[in-house]
Nanobody, 123 residues
Framework: QVQLVESGGGLVQTGGSLRLSCAAG????????MGWFRQAPGKEREFVAA????????YYADSMKGRLTISRDNTKSTVYLQMNSLKPEDTAVYYC????????????????WGQGTQVTVSS
């Protein structure tokens, strides 16, 4: 198993940037593909980005492509999500997840989840 803890969320103005981090407990981090999802009030959880076990391959949702960079440091058991040019519609709780499938895309493909971090983009 792996325990996930997100951080780095907060309030930012339109056009601003945030870097989310997700720290994993346990010694099996490098065995998992990692993903980021988000969920806005009243909406379903949606895929944002994924990264392969080694970090050599990344995949992004079309809605945010070009504004995101997902990366991982297996020596620190941490995955990151750099978000730029943020928009009010990016406001949501952002979750990281670990799973055995890459890119996964659907929440059911990920077995382990963090508690989420709130991102609020003001207009």
């Amino acid at each position: 198993q792996v325990q996930l803890v997100e951080s780095g969320g907060g309030l930012v103005q339109t056009g601003g940037s945030l870097r989310l981090s997700c720290a994993a407990g346990g010694r099996t981090f490098r065995r998992y593909a990692m993903g980021w999802f988000r969920q806005a009030p009243g909406k379903e959880r949606e895929f944002v980005a994924a990264i392969s076990w080694s970090g050599d391959s990344t995949y992004y949702a079309d809605s945010m492509k070009g504004r995101l960079t997902i990366s991982r440091d297996n020596t620190k058991s941490t995955v990151y999500l750099q978000m730029n040019s943020l928009k009010p519609e990016d406001t949501a709780v952002y979750y990281c997840a670990a799973g055995n499938y890459y890119p996964g895309l659907h929440p059911l493909k990920f077995a382990y989840w963090g508690q989420g971090t709130q991102v609020t983009v003001s207009s």
